[in-house]
């Protein structure tokens, strides 16, 4: 399905009256501009968090969306799962419009950061490598460590009350051309986007097989990555177990390229 202009405005995941969850939307624009990117925002009571609000070209849709839902001054948090241009792009744009929010990432890309114009940093939150937990209203964020998977220094993050776990590029897919969807339904189809992103971005099937067994005791409802399409229901299973069944990244890249 090509992307319809319907999905350029926040389409709510979750919502229990006092905690809500959105994906923050889509527009025909974003093929021309890279990799397909979903951005997530979480709500409880009067305060918000951001996750991976995005880069250059998006800005002005997320924010839009995101003001749509909550004051700037509500959004308490920006939580980053990794240093990548698709996901920290307009770090430095987030400062400005999110003025009173604490600004998330892990401790090892904090050095970086004035690189992309961040240069004063009172608000910005190192993630220690064992994660951390984020209280929102009267619920908690949990930042899942995720590292080499793909980033070394990696978060998830698991919103408790509505059971949603954002997994940053942990099942993202690569869409063909006009090609699109917002859920995954046929499982099967989507694994053929998912493997060659996985196989070559993952970085090891020990760390991978780790998360997955993390996750089937956390037992999320949802998984929700950063680009592709969000799990749910009985696809969170076939998902957990096809991520445990690949093979990738140093133990793929040694044999393709020197052999067994
Ligand atoms: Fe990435």
């Known amino acids: 399905m090509p992307i319809k202009k319907i999905y350029t405005e926040a ?10 969850v959105f994906w923050l939307g889509i527009e025909e624009a974003d093929e021309e501009h890279g990799i397909l990117t979903n951005q997530y925002l979480i709500v409880d009571g009067n305060e918000g ?16 969306n995101v003001l ?3 004051p700037q001054v509500n959004i308490k948090y920006i939580l980053y799962s990794h240093q990548d241009p698709d996901v920290i792009g307009t770090i430095n744009l987030w400062y400005e419009e999110a003025p009173m929010a604490k600004i998330a990432i892990s401790n090892l890309w904090i050095r970086f ?3 992309l114009g961040v240069s004063e ?6 993630i220690p490598d064992r994660g951390d937990v984020f209280k929102l209203g009267n619920s908690k964020i949990i930042a899942v460590p995720e590292h080499y998977l793909h980033s070394p220094g990696n978060f998830g993050f698991y919103d ?3 059971g949603i776990l954002f997994s940053g590029d942990i099942g993202a897919a690569a869409f063909p051309k006009d090609e699109w969807y917002l859920f995954v339904e046929d499982f099967e189809e989507h ?33 929700a990555p950063q680009h592709g399409a969000i799990f749910e229901g009985e696809n969170v299973k076939k998902f957990l177990d ?4 690949l093979e990738v990244g140093v133990d793929v890249f040694e044999k393709e390229f020197w052999g067994d």
Do not use: C, Q
């Open 11 to 20: 389409y709510p995941l979750y919502d229990d009256g006092e905690h809500k």
């Open 68 to 70: 749509s839902r909550i």
């Open 160 to 162: 408790e009350k509505s």
């Open 113 to 115: 950061l004035p690189h």
């Open 191 to 223: 694994a053929t986007y998912m493997e060659a992103f996985h196989k070559r971005y993952m970085s090891s099937t020990k760390a991978l097989r780790a998360w997955v067994r993390y996750v089937k005791k956390l037992n999320p409802k949802m998984i």
């Open 49 to 64: 968090a951001v996750l991976d609000p995005g880069g250059y070209f998006i800005f002005e849709r997320v924010a839009r």
């Open 121 to 126: 940093s009172s608000r910005i939150v190192p």
């Open 242 to 245: 096809w991520l445990e069944s």
